[in-house]
């Protein structure tokens, strides 16, 4: 009959103390019934017999001892003393831990301290303090049994690290600290960790202790410590260390630097503290440390993922200026910034640089380029590009088909897709689940349903299974391309149809604009669906004015089904109630939310605020602010500004203080635009000057208000101090001032200005120059530059429309302005109501005339 092994340190709960050495343990006898192979490989394959061995303590321990060649046997040895309801003495586990130290079995005995630590001292029978002491007693060899002690001291520390027993592993490193027992670096990450975890009590000593030791640790250690410092997200500690190391002479080597600055920009990187990581490059080339690639491209990836893409690409152009060296990784973080942004095309003006650059490109940058082209309807050039990269000898794999073909099917190029997916087949690659799914979805969208539904077929006679993603796909493409019935079909086709479908319909409602169906399908579900279906049906109905109160009742609903709410949700349909100047209903959900003991967040009560004053309701507005006080909530300063916009009078100073709310460039610029507005110059520019006192740097909507006030005020010099550049704001009204006193070409020497200094234009200089030109009776020259404005880009308004109607209206071209007119609607530009009045008092001019 054969024993199996039972599993490792099984839990005995009974206690039996050491000290007996007469006591008996019940062992199953090792009997090999294969002589060709070693102990350990019979104990891995379970080869027992029946036969029972009776040993005392003395006993085991020579058994153990005469195990010393075959660790496995050893541990194997002690389970089945364990799993047969006798707990081993201390020195047997001893005994174990030294076989297993001396054949270097570092993760063995890992796992093994972890189970042995998590029985604690009641179900091992001994505390750690007594294994150590058993494991040190046993070697004759002082130096050996130091050595050895460390190894073991090292492997707990992590065995409480393993468990998050934090309080264990610092009380366990002091006290070998006292005992001057060394653990290695890994093991110092952990006590680190453990200490910050405890609110950094101990940990400045810690650190210091390690800096100041008398027995210094080698580079690598440092190297190591620092490098697990930065893994746990505790990177400050680890620069500081550095610069500590550093100044000590004690890492010198400029390689040895280099490898540790790069760790630790790596690791604010990693930790989005991209601007702490720049500073680290600072240090860096003060120290005469160059930094490389690898550096400058952590640096850039992390802006990336912060979204912060200006602040990539200002730090790409310093690369550049610095003559740094660019590789591939860099160029696909910049060119996929531009994409994020939404500017394809600069993206593929920059791949072009790169690569007249003579810049090693990779099918990444490649791919990023591909996908550019496809989101600017270029998909033959793209095809085009394609080519010359495999010219390059630069093969291509299924991301970059993928690519191709979803930039096809984007730009409704069907044909073009297949023939790539029949390309991609002949050179070997195997379409995936993926590229099938972006083929089936882009023919879905196109409308072309049968040919959908036959690629579905096409991927089960190839083996490749559609997925409930594949489903949802081309449910969501048809619906969006208007084949409702088809894609109504198609679900109801579904043998086993789950919510992930449901939400799909729902969703592929929602982006065709149809939010009577996605409602209508959302309310009679009877299950809660992902939050991002939620968010996407309930951000839908609150943009359009007449599906508010149903983002009310989607919320009720989601109450209902018991699905946590986003709080920020409840801060846009108050948003939208406000927006459509419906305070009341914004009000009684407030009141719906405190019944159900939510209170409204800052952001929501400043929206209701604003919209009381806005309605001139100023009463109510100051009554909301004193309940949101009442309630705990601290107003911050766009609260105190919205208030004080609508009404100057109010004395905050005192308050603010209180709340500690420092007024910010927001602040000021509106209070003294409210000045300048009552006409009361004097007070807006103590104000201005206030701000300045304060260190508050005014921007360029500052200087806007302040010269849209005064058109003789010269703010150049005061702007140039404070190093704030013009925006397209301040040129307007510097263009709107002098088309006013009919100086157009003053007024046209400003708008080059703009152009030339970097400024891109929007529709709001064009107005003021069209609106100038018309006061001067030059309809011709109104004409040519609505028409500049159309070919740079720029979509007409219905202010820039209005002016240019309006004066020909005034100059007596009536049928011009009728058939400009006529353009305006048919574009789906809608009058507004000043710019119906503006034209009606135009036309009465003509006919007075």
Same mark, same amino acid.
């Not at 697990?228 to 890492?251: E, F, P, S, V």
């Given at each position: 009959?054969?024993?199996?092994?039972?599993?490792?340190?099984?839990?005995?709960?009974?206690?039996?103390?050491?000290?007996?050495?007469?006591?008996?343990?019940?062992?199953?006898?090792?009997?090999?019934?294969?002589?060709?192979?070693?102990?350990?490989?019979?104990?891995?394959?379970?080869?027992?017999?029946?036969?029972?061995?009776?040993?005392?303590?003395?006993?085991?321990?020579?058994?153990?001892?005469?195990?010393?060649?075959?660790?496995?046997?050893?541990?194997?040895?002690?389970?089945?003393?364990?799993?047969?309801?006798?707990?081993?003495?201390?020195?047997?586990?001893?005994?174990?831990?030294?076989?297993?130290?001396?054949?270097?079995?570092?993760?063995?005995?890992?796992?093994?301290?972890?189970?042995?630590?998590?029985?604690?001292?009641?179900?091992?029978?001994?505390?750690?303090?007594?294994?150590?002491?058993?494991?040190?007693?046993?070697?004759?060899?002082?130096?050996?049994?130091?050595?050895?002690?460390?190894?073991?001291?090292?492997?707990?520390?992590?065995?409480?690290?393993?468990?998050?027993?934090?309080?264990?592993?610092?009380?366990?490193?002091?006290?070998?600290?006292?005992?001057?027992?060394?653990?290695?670096?890994?093991?110092?990450?952990?006590?680190?960790?453990?200490?910050?975890?405890?609110?950094?009590?101990?940990?400045?000593?810690?650190?210091?202790?390690?800096?100041?030791?008398?027995?210094?640790?080698?580079?690598?250690?440092?190297?190591?410590?620092?490098?697990?410092?930065?893994?746990?997200?505790?990177?400050?500690?680890?620069?500081?260390?550095?610069?500590?190391?550093?100044?000590?002479?004690?890492?010198?080597?400029?390689?040895?630097?280099?490898?540790?600055?790069?760790?630790?920009?790596?690791?604010?990187?990693?930790?989005?503290?991209?601007?702490?990581?720049?500073?680290?490059?600072?240090?860096?080339?003060?120290?005469?440390?160059?930094?490389?690639?690898?550096?400058?491209?952590?640096?850039?990836?992390?802006?990336?993922?912060?979204?912060?893409?200006?602040?990539?690409?200002?730090?790409?152009?310093?690369?550049?200026?610095?003559?740094?060296?660019?590789?591939?990784?860099?160029?696909?973080?910049?060119?996929?910034?531009?994409?994020?942004?939404?500017?394809?095309?600069?993206?593929?003006?920059?791949?072009?640089?790169?690569?007249?650059?003579?810049?090693?490109?990779?099918?990444?940058?490649?791919?990023?380029?591909?996908?550019?082209?496809?989101?600017?309807?270029?998909?033959?050039?793209?095809?085009?590009?394609?080519?010359?990269?495999?010219?390059?000898?630069?093969?291509?794999?299924?991301?970059?088909?993928?690519?191709?073909?979803?930039?096809?099917?984007?730009?409704?190029?069907?044909?073009?897709?297949?023939?790539?997916?029949?390309?991609?087949?002949?050179?070997?690659?195997?379409?995936?689940?993926?590229?099938?799914?972006?083929?089936?979805?882009?023919?879905?969208?196109?409308?072309?349903?049968?040919?959908?539904?036959?690629?579905?077929?096409?991927?089960?006679?190839?083996?490749?299974?559609?997925?409930?993603?594949?489903?949802?796909?081309?449910?969501?493409?048809?619906?969006?391309?208007?084949?409702?019935?088809?894609?109504?079909?198609?679900?109801?086709?579904?043998?086993?149809?789950?919510?992930?479908?449901?939400?799909?319909?729902?969703?592929?409602?929602?982006?065709?604009?149809?939010?009577?169906?996605?409602?209508?399908?959302?309310?009679?579900?009877?299950?809660?669906?992902?939050?991002?279906?939620?968010?996407?049906?309930?951000?839908?109905?609150?943009?359009?004015?007449?599906?508010?109160?149903?983002?009310?009742?989607?919320?009720?609903?989601?109450?209902?089904?018991?699905?946590?709410?986003?709080?920020?949700?409840?801060?846009?349909?108050?948003?939208?109630?406000?927006?459509?100047?419906?305070?009341?209903?914004?009000?009684?959900?407030?009141?719906?939310?405190?019944?159900?003991?939510?209170?409204?967040?800052?952001?929501?009560?400043?929206?209701?605020?604003?919209?009381?004053?806005?309605?001139?309701?100023?009463?109510?507005?100051?009554?909301?602010?004193?309940?949101?006080?009442?309630?705990?909530?601290?107003?911050?300063?766009?609260?105190?500004?919205?208030?004080?916009?609508?009404?100057?009078?109010?004395?905050?100073?005192?308050?603010?203080?209180?709340?500690?709310?420092?007024?910010?460039?927001?602040?000021?610029?509106?209070?003294?635009?409210?000045?300048?507005?009552?006409?009361?110059?004097?007070?807006?520019?103590?104000?201005?000057?206030?701000?300045?006192?304060?260190?508050?740097?005014?921007?360029?909507?500052?200087?806007?208000?302040?010269?849209?006030?005064?058109?003789?005020?010269?703010?150049?010099?005061?702007?140039?101090?404070?190093?704030?550049?013009?925006?397209?704001?301040?040129?307007?009204?510097?263009?709107?001032?002098?088309?006013?006193?009919?100086? =157009?070409? %003053? $007024? +046209?020497?400003?708008?080059?200005? !703009?152009?030339?200094?970097?400024?891109? @234009? *929007? &529709?709001?200089? #064009? /107005?003021?120059?069209?609106?100038?030109?018309?006061?001067?009776?030059? =309809?011709? %020259? $109104? +004409?040519?530059?609505?028409?500049? !404005?159309?070919?740079?880009?720029?979509? @007409? *308004? &219905?202010?820039? #429309? /209005?002016?240019?109607?309006?004066?020909?209206?005034?100059?007596?071209?009536?049928?011009?302005?009728?058939?400009?007119?006529?353009? !305006?609607?048919?574009?789906?530009?809608?009058?507004?109501?000043?710019?119906?009045?503006?034209?009606?008092?135009?036309?009465?001019?003509?006919?007075?005339?």
């Amino acid at each position: 009959m054969r024993f199996f092994p039972v599993p490792l340190l099984s839990h005995v709960r009974g206690l039996i103390r050491r000290g007996h050495a007469s006591r008996l343990y019940v062992v199953p006898a090792l009997v090999s019934t294969k002589p060709t192979i070693s102990h350990s490989e019979q104990v891995k394959e379970g080869n027992f017999d029946g036969n029972a061995l009776e040993l005392n303590e003395i006993g085991v321990l020579r058994v153990l001892t005469s195990m010393r060649d075959d660790p496995y046997l050893g541990l194997s040895f002690l389970k089945r003393i364990e799993g047969n309801g006798a707990l081993p003495s201390v020195k047997a586990y001893a005994a174990v831990i030294r076989i297993v130290c001396s054949w270097g079995l570092d993760r063995k005995l890992n796992s093994f301290l972890v189970e042995l630590v998590r029985k604690g001292d009641e179900g091992r029978g001994f505390s750690v303090g007594e294994l150590l002491n058993a494991i040190g007693e046993a070697e004759e060899d002082g130096k050996l049994s130091y050595l050895l002690l460390s190894r073991v001291s090292s492997a707990l520390i992590k065995a409480y690290g393993n468990l998050q027993m934090f309080d264990q592993v610092i009380g366990m490193f002091w006290e070998l600290e006292r005992l001057g027992s060394d653990v290695d670096a890994h093991s110092y990450v952990i006590v680190a960790h453990a200490l910050h975890r405890n609110g950094d009590i101990g940990l400045e000593k810690f650190l210091g202790r390690l800096l100041n030791s008398e027995t210094r640790n080698p580079c690598a250690f440092y190297m190591t410590f620092i490098e697990g410092l930065c893994g746990i997200q505790m990177t400050n500690k680890a620069y500081l260390l550095l610069q500590a190391l550093r100044d000590a002479n004690i890492l010198v080597e400029n390689s040895d630097l280099a490898i540790v600055y790069r760790k630790v920009v790596w690791g604010f990187c990693n930790e989005m503290k991209v601007e702490d990581a720049e500073s680290v490059v600072l240090d860096m080339e003060k120290c005469g440390i160059d930094p490389d690639v690898y550096v400058y491209s952590a640096i850039i990836e992390g802006h990336r993922k912060n979204k912060n893409v200006p602040k990539a690409l200002d730090f790409f152009d310093q690369m550049v200026q610095k003559k740094r060296r660019i590789n591939c990784v860099i160029v696909s973080s910049i060119l996929q910034c531009c994409c994020q942004m939404g500017k394809f095309s600069e993206a593929y003006d920059l791949f072009q640089d790169f690569r007249d650059m003579n810049i090693s490109l990779d099918r990444v940058c490649y791919n990023v380029a591909f996908g550019a082209l496809g989101k600017l309807g270029k998909v033959e050039e793209a095809i085009e590009l394609f080519r010359e990269m495999k010219g390059k000898g630069i093969s291509a794999d299924v991301v970059n088909y993928t690519t191709l073909i979803g930039g096809c099917c984007l730009q409704g190029k069907c044909s073009d897709a297949f023939d790539l997916m029949i390309e991609m087949e002949g050179t070997g690659e195997t379409p995936d689940i993926v590229i099938y799914n972006v083929l089936a979805s882009g023919l879905a969208k196109n409308g072309l349903a049968e040919e959908a539904f036959e690629t579905l077929k096409l991927m089960e006679a190839r083996g490749v299974k559609p997925t409930s993603v594949t489903h949802n796909m081309v449910m969501e493409g048809l619906i969006v391309a208007g084949k409702i019935d088809e894609a109504e079909a198609f679900y109801e086709s579904l043998e086993n149809s789950s919510w992930e479908n449901d939400a799909s319909m729902v969703k592929g409602y929602c982006e065709a604009g149809r939010l009577d169906q996605a409602f209508e399908r959302f309310i009679r579900l009877e299950f809660p669906l992902p939050k991002n279906v939620y968010s996407t049906l309930f951000t839908r109905l609150c943009a359009e004015k007449d599906y508010i109160s149903k983002a009310q009742d989607l919320l009720e609903r989601m109450w209902e089904l018991g699905v946590e709410l986003d709080k920020s949700m409840y801060g846009k349909l108050i948003g939208a109630w406000c927006r459509v100047n419906n305070v009341r209903k914004a009000r009684q959900f407030i009141e719906v939310l405190v019944a159900k003991e939510i209170i409204p967040d800052l952001f929501t009560y400043t929206i209701m605020i604003n919209t009381y004053c806005r309605l001139n309701k100023l009463k109510q507005a100051y009554a909301l602010f004193q309940d949101m006080k009442r309630k705990g909530i601290k107003p911050d300063v766009v609260t105190y500004t919205v208030l004080l916009n609508s009404n100057p009078m109010l004395d905050m100073k005192r308050e603010m203080k209180a709340f500690d709310v420092k007024p910010d460039v927001v602040y000021y610029t509106i209070m003294i635009d409210t000045y300048c507005r009552l006409n009361n110059q004097k007070k807006a520019y103590a104000l201005f000057r206030d701000m300045k006192r304060r260190k508050i740097i005014p921007d360029a909507v500052t200087y806007t208000v302040l010269l849209n006030n005064n058109p003789q005020l010269d703010m150049k010099r005061d702007m140039e101090a404070c190093d704030v550049k013009p925006d397209v704001f301040y040129y307007t009204v510097l263009i709107d001032q002098q088309c006013k006193i009919q100086d =157009l070409k %003053e $007024a +046209k020497r400003v708008f080059n200005q !703009m152009i030339e200094s970097g400024v891109e @234009p *929007d &529709a709001a200089p #064009y /107005t003021s120059l069209i609106a100038g030109c018309c006061k001067t009776g030059n =309809l011709e %020259e $109104a +004409k040519r530059i609505f028409d500049l !404005m159309v070919e740079s880009g720029l979509k @007409p *308004d &219905a202010v820039s #429309y /209005t002016a240019l109607i309006a004066g020909c209206y005034r100059n007596g071209s009536v049928s011009m302005g009728d058939t400009v007119l006529q353009e !305006m609607l048919d574009k789906g530009i809608e009058l507004t109501k000043d710019s119906r009045s503006i034209i009606h008092y135009a036309s009465l001019k003509t006919e007075r005339d």
